[in-house]
């Protein structure tokens, strides 16, 4: 399998410094001034990314801000690369890295106008360096980004940051039909199209001499005829390579069920697919891999909530936190494995106290084999109803094996049926109170 070529771009180590601002011994007075700065940083045709920086104790500090602390982080393929080194406008020749530093949080402040302040702004022209796919650092260090007023008079604030590009290249696959038909899984290089999987869909019932029965949660021995008016259950997605054998599976252990008085699969009762993979001590047998946990968030726009957690390989019954993502109900949307991402939110959520599920801290990243150092997966899903091709990238720092491969394609199509399995079970319903949690 060959890759093709992407660039991580990353922008970390930030830190804020500025003369004259005063500073007092207690931690919580130096915290209440390092949250005030955040910044906006921005890269043509890209989504613009917001992150906080923090403000060094003192102007004379030697010390640098963290090198290993990540605030952002952009991907970029041949394609993007291309259009950013484009000339463009009379006005606007060349592309930019841009980053834009702000005092004070966005929002009125006692019903008084925005009481947020730009107070500089970072740039850096794209350049040839960009396209050469090679690692490099393309500015480490403190700089000079404009004037800030204060009490004293007009002071120059100074930024330090680190902006580093480094290779970062992906296997992309595509399911070449939807999911339920059984499709082929080709890797995609260019124009050309190379099989590489297949994937088997079963509804319902499952043969007894099926090894998967090693964990089948008994749905597949009901009978019922009307049971998937009331929940859905017994589906399994198997992915084989070229030769037959199977390499990886997912199949729903907790039943898809309307929660008590709503007609949707709620928080409080999330249905779940379990991700395995062969066991290699053991033939015709499986092991856990991971675990998808998928339900439906109601709202102006309806949104498939997939939180999914990798299975700790010790005897304990360990779940490492992953990624949750929520994808548009009737668009699709994009699933993704991406521990810088995924902290960032942690960090965000903390600042904010937004009540979402997290690890205790980044540190917990830090011990996750082979999930460590940014991008992991993404696989790009269609909205309910539509006819959904997923298409997968991999990090190819993660895949020493088709089997590797293998079991991301299991994850990705219990991702592309989780938005199906939480549709609404009738086609006109109320909209009672059902709690999301």
């Known amino acids: 399998m060959d890759p093709q070529a992407f660039i991580r ?31 906006e940083i921005r890269l043509r045709g890209f989504p613009m990314q917001t992150a906080s920086i923090p403000l060094v104790s003192s102007p004379e500090a030697t010390t640098t801000p963290d ?14 690369i291309k259009a950013l080194l484009e000339p463009g406008c009379f006005y606007n020749p060349h592309s930019c890295l841009e980053i834009a530093i702000f005092t004070g949080k966005k929002g009125s402040h006692c019903g008084v106008g925005n009481k947020r302040q730009q107070i500089g702004t970072y740039k850096l022209e794209v350049g040839p360096e960009w396209g050469q796919g090679k690692p490099v650092v393309l500015f480490c260090g403190w700089i000079a980004i404009g004037k800030n007023k204060h009490e004293s008079g007009k002071l120059s604030a100074e930024l330090h940051l680190r902006i580093r590009l480094d290779p970062d290249p992906r296997y992309v696959f595509q399911f070449d039909d939807v999911t339920k038909v059984s499709p082929q899984v080709v890797q995609l290089q260019g124009s050309f199209k190379q099989p590489i999987f297949s994937c088997k869909f079963i509804r319902d019932r499952v043969p007894q001499v099926d090894p998967l029965n090693t964990y089948w949660s008994g749905a597949a021995n009901n009978p019922d005829l009307e049971t ?10 198997t992915i084989h390579d070229l030769s037959g054998s199977a390499v990886a599976a997912a199949f729903i252990t907790t039943p ?18 379990l991700i395995v993979s062969p066991d290699p001590c053991r033939p015709n047998s499986w092991q856990p891999w991971g675990k998808l946990e998928a339900w439906r968030e109601r709202g102006i726009r309806d949104t498939v909530c997939c939180r999914f957690r990798l299975l700790s390989e010790c005897q304990e019954a360990v ?16 699933f993704f494995i991406d521990t810088d991402r995924q902290m960032r939110a942690v960090a965000a959520a903390a600042a904010s106290a937004s ?29 309910e109803g539509k006819a959904s091709k997923p298409s997968v990238q991999l990090a190819m720092r993660h895949v020493t094996c088709v089997e590797d491969a293998a079991i991301f394609m299991a994850l990705a199509a219990a991702v592309d049926l989780s938005i199906e399995a939480c549709r609404p079970f009738r086609r006109k319903f109320r909209k009672p109170s059902c709690p999301s949690i």
């Open 319 to 334: 779940e490492l936190f992953m990624s949750e993502i929520r994808i548009n109900a009737e668009k699709g949307g994009e």
């Open 67 to 80: 090198s290993l602390s990540m605030a952002s982080s952009f991907y970029l393929e041949e394609s993007d």
């Open 228 to 237: 998937e008016r009331r929940e859905r259950k017994g589906w399994k997605v």
């Open 256 to 273: 898809f069920v309307p929660a008590t008085g709503c007609d949707w699969v709620a928080r409080s009762n999330p249905g779940a697919w």
């Open 9 to 39: 771009l990353s922008i970390g180590s930030l830190g804020l410094r500025i003369p004259g601002t005063p500073f007092k011994s207690e931690k919580s007075c130096i915290h209440a001034f390092s949250s005030q700065y955040s910044c």
């Open 355 to 383: 009540p979402i599920p997290s690890p205790q801290s980044s540190g917990d990243f830090a011990g996750l084999y082979p999930f460590v150092g940014g991008f992991v997966m993404s696989c790009r899903v269609q909205g």
